[in-house]
């Protein structure tokens, strides 16, 4: 009997063409026939449908390998085409090798519940999505849930109208999705792609152009290009995201209740009512980093919309954004680059906001939220009357409670046709400004406009007029309040800082204000501006090779690390401020380096080599500088250099860094370790720092940086 079912069994297997133990088949559209063994490229199947019914009695992984052609229901396939897991499906090339569902009335690919799936070399087309109650479908291109799938150098495109995901619906799903293009798809959630139920894949290399998300009711036309939802996290790097549109919230992405990453991207050209680059909702909390948000637009429909070109946050949303250009964004309503609504606080950091243009905040709208702004540049954005109560704030409004605080920024030529040139602050608003620059802003009333209960408390900050404008630098109005200290405010009208007689305080300490202001430590003199490497209000200094001291050198309120600017400079060579604080604007380092250690170890045994390297990100001038290094030891003890090697001084004297706004790593020198334990302890983690200094002196010109490695 046994041997009888062995029989049946080896007949069964011979009768579908004895494939069962091969790792690879083949299938293609033009020269295959499913009667074949689909074992050999000259003896391959015909379809997709019929090979992956075939391969479901393979207990290893395979590889199904598909010859250009169309397969489609002409071609005998049916949809949608299941794609089992462990199998790796490999077309010649997305241009010749497709699947195209056109005329079937669901999606393309459904992959559910399958690990060690690969995709890759193909064009997926014609999908309509899978169904569901009501009409829902899911999915237009592949419907992915319960699944982790690598999908690689695929064309998903043209997949008709869903409901949800146009080109791909991730559903409890990751995986990869790498050097795609996802075009011309449609749904009226997430025309491209929907990420829902944690989904969290990665995207990377990938162009989103071109997708649409259509509105029927208020539930749809939301996310154009990426759509995000119910706590997920897709992470999105070295991505395009183009041309996309959605009828109503996020033109390119759109996130409610998750939280897109996103870095070493381009979103540019999208539109939407709301949102038209970035749209997030709902304790959405994106990191966007080295990225570029450009010429979005958010449009009006009817008297709906038209806010945040560039990037739109509201309720509890509480993204990060570093190291990006925002610029050229419209909005028709408010907020051409980036609007903050309903307790929304995002941290932005180091990031450009350039010629984004709206009626109300060219380049930022806030209302009822605390945005933190750190190391930012605001240049060239515009507030536009266009009707009624426009044309405020070139770069930021603050209204209804918001609470911004404004640092280490720059604001060069924003123009507003009415109030605030750069900033305009209303109903009962709060905002912090230190160390900020602004100059050459143009505007009908005052650069910095606060009213309706407002209050500005500005420091250590400098404001330069532009030669158009001769108002007042800052104007407190209907009940509102301005507090200046260790601030200069040069070549605006007379007074500089108004006051109106409505209850309304300004006050300034210890500033350099033109046209005089009475208060404690306050001047009226020519400042003495210099030009450096970074900018044209470095404070004149004869220790820096000036003919003359400005007379707001050492004239502020406090010691400058008291007050925490310690590690920032007012002069020409870059020395940092230190004793008492000079007034006005204080500029980055002129150098600015990090350090490590090679060959890249983390831990290092007796007699290893090591060499210490240093990032060298300077300003754009090159700096001859002394560079002094100290260790610390595992037992906490200060070493001037290595105490075990006597070869290495403790003091590299007059090199010199390169000016680049790229890194330019330079070998410092190495060392050897000894072969017992260092003689200033045993081993364990030792700290190395080294920091610039001006050639010839022990002034400061960089900040201390700091590596570590484990001696054994």
């Not at 006051?499 to 003199?525: L, M, P």
């Not at 004793?579 to 002129?590: K, R």
């Amino acid at each position: 009997m046994k041997k009888l079912l062995f029989n049946i069994f080896l007949l069964t297997i011979m009768s579908i063409g004895l494939t069962a133990f091969c790792a690879d088949v083949y299938v293609d559209a033009v020269n295959g026939d499913d009667g074949n063994s689909g074992t050999e490229e000259n003896d391959a199947w015909k379809t997709l449908t019929y090979a992956i019914d075939a391969i479901q009695i393979y207990s290893s992984p395979t590889t199904v390998y598909v010859a250009p052609g169309l397969y489609d229901l002409n071609n005998g396939e049916s949809f949608p085409i299941n794609l089992r897991g462990h199998t790796a499906y490999i077309g010649q090339d997305p241009e010749t090798t497709i699947i195209d569902g056109t005329d079937s009335p669901n999606t393309v690919l459904y992959i559910s519940g399958q690990k060690d799936l690969v995709l890759e070399g193909f064009t997926i087309t014609g999908g309509s999505g899978v169904s569901s109650i009501m009409d829902t479908t899911f999915g237009g291109g592949i419907y992915c849930t319960n699944s982790s799938p690598i999908i690689r150098n695929c064309i998903i495109e043209d997949n008709e109208r869903t409901t949800y995901g146009g080109g791909i619906y991730y559903a409890k799903s990751g995986g990869e999705l790498d050097n795609c293009i996802l075009r011309g798809n449609e749904a009226l959630v997430g025309g491209g792609i929907i990420c829902i139920y944690d989904a969290d894949p990665y995207i990377t290399n990938t162009e989103i152009s071109g997708n649409i998300a259509v509105k029927v009711n208020e539930n749809s036309g939301i996310g154009g290009g990426i759509h995000c939802e119910e706590g997920s996290i897709p992470h999105l790097a070295v991505c395009v995201v183009k041309d996309n549109d959605a009828d109503y919230l996020g033109g390119g992405i759109s996130c409610i209740d998750a939280s897109i990453s996103i870095t070493d991207s381009e979103i540019e050209n999208n539109s939407a009512v709301y949102g038209g680059g970035i749209f997030n909702l709902d304790n959405s909390s994106p990191i966007i980093g080295s990225s570029k948000i450009n010429m979005n637009n958010a449009v009006k429909l009817g008297e709906e919309g038209g806010a945040g070109g560039g990037i739109y946050n509201e309720f509890k949303c509480n993204p990060t954004i570093y190291d990006c250009e925002i610029v050229g964004n419209q909005a028709e309503w408010f907020g051409g680059g980036l609007v903050n609504l309903n307790m929304s606080n995002p941290f932005v950091i180091n990031s450009k906001f350039i010629a984004n243009i709206s009626p109300v905040g060219g380049g930022m709208y806030n209302n009822m939220s605390s945005p933190n702004v750190d190391g930012c540049t605001f240049l060239q954005n515009a507030a536009q009357f266009t009707s009624g109560d426009t044309g405020h704030g070139g770069a930021i409004v603050g209204e209804n409670e918001t609470t911004l605080r404004l640092s280490n920024s720059e604001f060069f030529e924003n123009n507003a046709d009415n109030y605030g040139g750069s900033i305009l602050l209303l109903w009962s608003t709060s905002s912090v400004i230190v160390n900020c620059l602004f100059a050459e802003n143009t505007t009908a009333e005052s650069d910095i406009y606060v009213t309706h209960q407002s209050n500005l408390d500005f420091s250590s900050s400098t404001m330069v007029a532009s030669d158009e404008y001769h108002g007042p630098a800052i104007s407190a109005t209907d009940r509102s309040s301005a507090t200046l200290v260790n601030s200069i405010v040069r070549g605006f009208g007379n007074p500089s800082v108004y006051k109106a007689a409505d209850g309304s305080s300004a006050n300034a300490t210890f500033c350099n204000i033109e046209n005089g202001f009475v208060g404690e430590g306050n001047i009226d003199s020519n400042p003495h501006f210099t030009s450096g490497p970074r900018g044209d209000f470095y404070l004149s200094s004869t220790a820096a090779g000036q003919i003359e001291d400005s007379p707001c050198i050492d004239a502020g309120s406090d010691t400058v690390i008291n007050i925490g600017l310690q590690n920032l400079t007012t002069r020409q060579d870059g020395v940092f401020d230190k004793s008492i604080i000079d007034m006005g604007y204080h500029y980055q380092p002129n150098v600015n380096f990090s350090i490590w250690h090679g060959p890249g170890n983390e831990e290092y045994n007796p007699q290893d080599e090591v060499t210490i390297f240093v990032d060298v990100h300077t300003a754009p001038a090159n700096v001859t500088a002394d560079l002094y290094f100290v260790m610390l030891s595992p037992a906490g003890n200060i070493y001037s250099g290595f105490a075990w090697n006597q070869g290495v001084s403790p003091l590299i004297a007059g090199i010199t860094l390169p000016a680049s706004t790229a890194v330019n790593s330079i070998p410092l020198f190495s060392f050897s370790i000894p072969n017992t334990n260092p003689p200033v302890g045993a081993g364990g983690t030792y700290y190395f720092g080294i920091v610039a200094a001006k050639q010839g002196s022990l002034d400061f010109i960089s900040e201390l940086m700091i590596t570590s490695f484990l001696i054994r």
